[in-house]
Every structure is written in structure tokens, then in C-alpha cells.
């Protein structure tokens, strides 16, 4: 069962625009939530993240929305750029449980110039 | 070296041949993570090394997958009789005790294709 879901494989998006990334996870322990960013052949990057006891957290053109009644979060890059086309996941853990990051599949986001 | 490294990066095996695979992890980052990718998705967690602690294995999908990490520090992922479902991009991860829950930081990976 997946625990963390991004049900949107694709997104496309034209430069200049917003674009956001959604996330649902079905594990209210979860407490903690990342994004990482993976081009082809190379290995994910953390992008940005946000505790449960905040609703928002921003950096530069990268901001995390977190609902945590709903178990959604989401990611807005305003502006994209064609650089951001890559694909984003999104990961959940419980801090204090000595467990790993738990992915979900992934969306690819292509940005078209 | 100043990244996790892992190697090979590409290995194409015949069915039901073994294969091992490589992470070099940054140095001093006592935990050690391999996840992996298949088609369509998402990072699949695996095997889980922290420090001299007996090592989370709740991710290995079956008896022919099997890890170990020597020194605290390279660690061999194996395969045995690779079937064509094992099909996938291995991924390694590294982090310092202190790194936070965003000093994960992944090698490239390893893309396994089993013919």
C-alpha cells in the first residue's frame, strides 16, 4: 500500500507560469515531509521540506504547502524555468522513528520554453 | 570522496545469474540507506544501516536480496538468481547523525537490466 502518493505521473507547464506538485500521504504518524528533484541519471537532491507544525515553508522560487488535516501537501515553483523539468518526489517520515523516508512515485515536470 | 559513489553504473545480467553491487558512502556518514527504482515507480526503500546497529531489512522483497556493510562503511548489495523483475535503478544514500532529515544525499545509482 502506498503511503505517500503523487497521482499526477506528468505535468507540463509553460515557462514563466506556476507549477504545482501534489502530494497525499495516508499515515497521519508522519511528521516530517521532503521534496527531492532527480534528473536522469543522476541521484535525487533534497529541495526543500517542512514540518507538520508549520503550513508553509518558502525558499526563493520553491514554497511547500502543507494541509495537514487533509494529509495533502504541495509544491508551487513560481517562476518555472526549463531547468526545473526533472522529476519531483515527494517523501514523508516520522522523525522520532528511526525509519527511512518513504517516496512516493514521482511526478515528471517538464517546463516548455 | 566528496559524494556517495556507486558502481557499476550500468550491469546487464542474464537471468538467474548473481550480482553485487557497490556504495561508497561519504566518509563519517554512519547511516546508509538502498532504495531502488523500477518502472513507473517510486523509490522503494530496501535495507537500512545505522552505525554498528543490527540493520532494517523490512524492505528486501524476498531471500534472494541481501546487503552488508563492512567497516561501517562500503556496503554490497546481492542478487541472486536475478529474475527479470529485479529490472531496476539501485540507488544508495548516505548521512551524517547530524545531517537532518534532508542530509540524504544518493549516488547516481546503479540501472540493473535483467535479460
Known amino acids: 500500500d502506498q503511503q505517500v502518493k503523487q497521482n499526477s505521473p506528468s505535468l507540463s507547464v509553460q515557462e514563466g507560469r506556476i507549477s504545482i506538485l501534489n502530494c497525499d500521504y495516508t499515515?497521519?504518524?508522519?511528521?516530517?515531509f521532503l521534496w527531492y528533484k532527480k534528473y536522469p541519471a543522476e541521484g535525487p537532491t533534497f529541495l526543500i521540506s517542512i514540518s507538520s507544525i508549520k503550513d508553509k515553508n518558502e525558499d526563493g522560487r520553491f514554497t511547500v504547502f502543507l494541509n495537514k488535516s487533509a494529509k495533502h501537501l504541495s509544491l508551487h515553483i513560481v517562476p518555472s524555468q526549463p531547468g526545473d523539468s526533472a522529476v519531483y518526489f515527494c517523501?514523508?517520515?516520522?522523525?522520532?522513528?528511526?525509519?527511512?523516508?518513504?517516496f512516493g512515485k514521482g511526478t515528471r515536470l517538464s517546463v516548455i520554453a | 570522496g566528496a559524494g556517495v559513489s556507486q558502481s557499476p553504473s550500468n550491469k546487464v545480467t542474464e537471468k538467474g545469474k548473481d550480482v553485487e553491487l557497490r556504495c561508497d558512502p561519504i566518509s563519517g556518514h554512519t547511516a546508509l540507506y538502498w532504495y531502488r527504482q523500477s518502472l513507473g515507480q517510486g523509490l522503494e526503500f530496501l535495507i537500512y544501516?545505522?552505525?554498528?546497529?543490527?540493520?532494517?531489512k523490512s524492505g528486501l522483497p524476498s531471500d534472494r536480496f541481501s546487503a552488508e556493510r563492512t567497516g561501517g562503511s562500503v556496503s554490497t548489495l546481492t542478487i541472486q538468481r536475478t529474475q527479470q523483475e529485479d529490472s531496476a535503478v539501485y540507488l544508495c544514500?548516505?548521512?551524517?547523525?547530524?545531517?537532518?532529515?534532508?542530509?540524504?544525499?544518493f549516488g547516481s545509482g546503479t540501472r540493473l537490466t535483467v535479460v
Open positions: 544501516f545505522q552505525g554498528n546497529s543490527a540493520p532494517d
Open positions: 544514500a548516505s548521512r551524517y547523525p547530524t545531517g537532518g532529515l534532508y542530509g540524504y544525499t
Open positions: 499515515n497521519s504518524m508522519f511528521d516530517y
Open positions: 517523501a514523508a517520515i516520522i522523525p522520532s522513528g528511526n525509519t527511512p523516508l518513504v
